[in-house]
């Protein structure tokens, strides 16, 4: 499954939003019923960190200022008021068949 | 606190096989699936291979089926990747990753990383 993300890269002035967009080449919708779309952020000198799981549930200690919505191909993860510690690679990853990454989009800060 | 120390990085020759090992520590090891993902240098994140809680399910990506094993200690709380017949584009960052759940779901706690470098 690919895995496409826009756009690959934002530069965003602290305290507005941004949003990413992904789209799977199918739908992520297993047959338990469940999606199994993920968001993570990879910030410079540090490990990957889950944000996002099943689409729309925020990880352990993931502020509310993050979301994912969508189903079926169509996925967006929000970041309704952007920080500084916010920049970072962001990728979706699709667990419904044989693992795959996005692109990875990039966010600045203005 | 959940903690992931990979070791086992090196150079190494084409053709030549290496083992990753993985210490976990600060969670109740055999009721999470593992994963190992990988990054190469100023690329993207690829998902290399993951392994369930009692090491029934294992998958791996297209790219290393056949090369790479995955295995699990659970006594040990040990995770392992053995790397056979290595190939330049399989230089790249390996992490560890505990899931978040016993199944094979996906990575949720990633440890550092240990690199891995395939070159003459």
């Known amino acids: 499954i690919v895995m496409t993300q826009t756009p690959l890269s934002l530069s965003i002035t602290p305290g507005q939003p941004a949003s990413i967009s992904c789209k799977s080449s199918q739908s992520l919708l297993h047959g338990d019923g469940n999606t199994y779309l993920y968001w993570y952020v990879h910030k410079p000198g540090r490990s990957p960190q889950l944000l996002i799981y099943e689409v729309s549930r925020r990880f352990s200690g993931v502020p509310d200022r993050f979301s994912g919505s969508g189903s079926g191909t169509d996925f967006t993860l929000e970041i309704s008021r952007v920080e500084a510690e916010d920049v970072g690679l962001y990728y979706c990853?699709?667990?419904?068949?044989?693992?795959?990454f996005g692109q990875g989009t990039r966010l600045e800060i203005k | 606190e959940v903690q992931l120390v990979e070791s086992g990085g090196r150079l190494v020759q084409p053709g030549g096989s290496l083992r990753l090992s993985c210490a976990a520590s600060g969670f109740t090891f055999d009721d999470y699936a593992l994963h190992w993902v990988r990054q190469v240098p100023g690329k993207g994140l690829e998902w290399v291979s993951g392994?369930?809680?009692?090491?029934?399910?294992?998958g791996y990506a297209d790219s290393v089926k056949g090369r790479f094993t995955i295995s699990r200690d659970n006594a040990r709380r040990s995770l392992f990747l053995q790397m056979n017949s290595l190939r330049p584009e399989d230089t790249a960052l390996y992490y560890c990753a505990k899931d978040y759940s016993l199944l094979l779901t996906a990575p949720a706690y990633w440890g550092q990383g240990t690199l891995v470098t395939v070159s003459s």
């Open positions: 990853m699709q667990a419904v068949s044989v693992k795959t």
């Open positions: 392994i369930s809680w009692n090491s029934v399910d294992i």
